[in-house]
């Protein structure tokens, strides 16, 4: 029952293991999404500043500027989701190669318990029968040798001997002549 435990707490402890490593990582992720994206932010006002006080500057100069900061930003907003994406993926498959190790391990351990118990009760029924075939055995031979004393008793209470009286037999001659 302990080893169970041992199993449980074993899976309860990597199960935390990992869902912090991935929070780690995606509010690292997030943080440096966070950094760029105001870099970014603060870029633009500059330009959009610049523009306004430096009229020279063409509207059009000044909206492809703002175009690529926002094809900037786009970037680093699917670079931050992919990054997250395959971080969670592989931990999340790591994760579940440690659930299946972790169930097979368990499996394991209780078919283990179960030859163990098994081997145990036919160890017990085996010492059980020859206890019970050894006292069956004497009973067997006591009632056998009681049952002939008591049939020897009656034979020889009940039996009286007969004695065969033979009278001596005279026989006849047998006469030939008479037919």
């Excluded at 523009?51 to 492809?64: A, F, H, I, K, P």
């Amino acid at each position: 029952m302990s080893e169970i435990l041992t199993l449980a707490a074993k899976f309860k402890t990597q199960s935390q293991q990992q869902a912090k490593t991935i929070e780690q990582e995606v509010q690292n992720a997030t943080t440096q999404l966070n950094s760029f994206m105001a870099a970014k932010l603060k870029e633009s006002e500059t330009i959009i500043k610049q523009g306004m006080t430096n009229l020279d500057t063409s509207n059009e100069q000044l909206l492809n500027t703002l175009a690529k900061h926002q094809t900037d930003m786009s970037t680093a907003l699917e670079t931050y989701m992919s990054n997250v994406q395959a971080h969670t993926t592989e931990h999340l498959e790591q994760f579940a190669e440690d659930i299946e190790k972790t169930i097979e391990a368990y499996t394991q351990h209780i078919a283990q318990l179960i030859t163990q118990r098994e081997d145990r009760i036919a160890k017990v029924i085996k010492s059980e029968m020859k206890k019970w075939a050894t006292v069956t055995s004497c009973v067997a031979l006591a009632v056998l040798i009681f049952g002939m004393l008591i049939g020897a008793a009656l034979v020889n209470k009940f039996s009286k001997p007969i004695y065969i009286i033979q009278k001596p037999q005279t026989q006849q001659p047998i006469d030939y002549s008479q037919r």
